[in-house]
């Protein structure tokens, strides 16, 4: 991960230096003494590229004298319009222009230490790369920046202000790598071994194997994975937040579920070749709540959190669940199902119903790359949001927008809950093309027992085809974020 060090502010010397500029401003501080170093080199390339500051835009301003090898400006817009996520914006802005410098200097005189320490966190959140496959890359096309001497006048509490958004950024390479790595590699078995490292944090895990998954009743789970040869894995994990310093855990606990398909072909109703591969991140809402568990600890949230993923892999095969199949779920509630590409649900309702038996939290919320239909619905800008609690939904709508992780409320109602009707079991397990998201969340609400739950469809969010200011393209940990200041925001009281 990128290294920030966090320093007075001095001109450097040498090596690349980044300027935050706010609209039409004038230079000020180590923007002066940078433009007055170079004999005004930096306001001439700014006139010359008609760079004003504008938000999101950049002038990158090669070797313009005093020892520099690249000045890299990134506007923030209007300053008094500047947002958290704003600033970490600018942060990822400032990291995509530098990835060849060796050394880099960012001014961020001018800005609070918290203010300082968000731009930090958007150029790390951007460094990220998934290389560990990559045997032949020539060094001179790896990015060569390893630390970021970010230059701010209270560097003390700048550092301090850090330190938890590094617990955070760690959360979220964790469940990237997660999400990246090829399903040969990342099974079942091989995923929960990965919850287990996170006992180094101070969580505690649990991994339920097959064996246990018979006994307890996992039905609808377990019939998603018969037909794999790597077996199911259910792992439990409880960071004590709250409860473990000091304060006595008068509140429940927070429940995070997530879909770990870490392969979906969709087993005998079989998906087309084309894009199959897709189906590797299909554990993606998984990868968050993992992810989620390792920010949570990583910063020492003051709060008493459960995360479960369920865990199989979805394979046609001779030991393979067929359509028309009738499992038993470990509600008791029986499922014909149908189809079994739609799985997900098949998983989640298993594990959520474990998890409001076992914990009875305050609420739960389940992340699944669940259903292409909620792509058509809402593309690649919003997940979806399902919820039985309307002040839940609320407090996500809003995590939502100040994370950037930005959600869109459909509805529920029993109207729809009629398509997955059975005329042989207690449901079926799809409800035709209609209202796809919808039917797949009527399925899950039948496993919440009427517990505060919202259900997040994260399938056309998991993994981007484009850069974006706080990451490169590829699996984007998409809910980490957005859950952190959930529980950042009202549970940390
Ligand atoms: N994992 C898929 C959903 C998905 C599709 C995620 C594309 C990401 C990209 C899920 O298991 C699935 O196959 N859903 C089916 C449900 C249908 C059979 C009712 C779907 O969406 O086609
Ligand atoms: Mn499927
Ligand atoms: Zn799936």
Redesign the pocket.
């Known amino acids: 991960m990128l290294d920030i060090a966090f320093a007075k502010p001095v001109l450097p010397r040498s090596g690349a230096l980044v300027l935050l500029v706010g609209e039409g401003e004038l230079p000020t501080g180590l923007w002066e003494h940078a433009n007055s170093a170079t004999n005004g080199a930096i306001s001439r390339a700014f006139d010359a590229a008609g760079f004003t500051g504008a938000k999101g835009k950049t002038c990158t301003i090669l070797a313009p004298g005093a020892g520099l090898s690249r000045v890299v400006a990134v506007g923030l817009g209007k300053r008094d319009a500047l947002t958290r996520r704003g600033l970490e914006e600018a942060g990822g802005h400032a990291l995509a222009g530098l990835s060849r410098d060796g050394t880099a200097s960012l001014a961020a005189d001018g800005l609070s230490a918290e203010q300082a320490a968000n731009v930090a966190l958007g150029a790390v959140l951007r460094s990220y790369r998934f290389d560990r496959y990559r045997t032949k890359e020539k060094p001179e096309d790896k990015p060569k920046l390893t630390e970021l001497a970010m230059l701010v006048d209270d560097n003390a509490a700048a550092t301090a202000a850090f330190t938890p958004h590094e617990g955070v950024a760690k959360g979220v390479f964790l469940s990237r790598d997660l999400v990246s790595e090829p399903a040969n590699i990342l099974n079942p078995a091989e995923m929960a071994r990965r919850c287990e490292a996170l006992r180094e944090l101070g969580i505690e895990v649990e991994v339920l194997g097959p064996g246990e998954l018979q006994k307890l009743g996992f039905g609808a789970l377990l019939g998603v994975s018969q037909g794999s040869v790597n077996e199911p894995r259910v792992v439990v994990m409880q960071w004590h937040g709250a409860s473990g310093h000091g304060k006595k855990a008068k509140e429940k606990s927070l429940a995070f579920i997530g879909k770990g398909?870490t392969f979906?072909t969709?087993g005998i109703?079989i998906?087309p070749a084309g894009g199959m591969e897709?189906?590797k991140?299909?554990m993606a809402g998984a990868g968050a709540v993992i992810g989620l568990m390792a920010a949570l600890a990583g910063r020492k949230a003051r709060a008493d959190v459960v995360g479960l993923v369920g865990l199989v892999e979805?394979m046609p095969s001779g030991t393979a669940q067929r359509p028309g199949d009738v499992v038993k779920s470990l509600s008791g509630q029986t499922i014909e199902v149908i189809?079994t590409?739609?799985?997900?649900r098949l998983v989640l309702a298993d594990v959520m119903w474990y998890c409001q038996q076992r914990f009875d939290p305050a609420f739960m919320v389940d992340l699944a790359?669940?259903?292409?239909?909620i792509?058509i619905g809402l593309g690649h800008e919003h997940a979806g949001l399902f919820s039985n609690d309307d002040a839940l939904a609320n407090k996500l709508l809003a995590a939502g927008l100040d994370s950037g992780e930005k959600l869109w409320r459909m509805p529920l109602n029993d109207e729809y809950d009629k398509q997955i009707k059975s005329d042989i079991a207690d449901m079926k397990n799809?409800g035709g093309r209609p209202g796809?998201s919808i039917t797949?969340a009527q399925f899950l609400q039948r496993f919440v027992n009427g517990k505060p739950w919202a259900h997040l469809d994260i399938?056309?969010m998991?993994w981007s085809s484009k850069d974006a200011p706080t990451r490169p393209k590829g699996a984007t940990a998409f809910g980490v974020r957005l859950l952190d200041r959930l529980v950042a925001e009202h549970h940390e009281g």
């Open positions: 398909v979906d969709g109703s998906k897709d189906m991140w299909d979805n189809n590409d739609a799985e997900g790359t669940l259903t292409g239909a792509i799809v796809g797949a399938a056309g998991a």
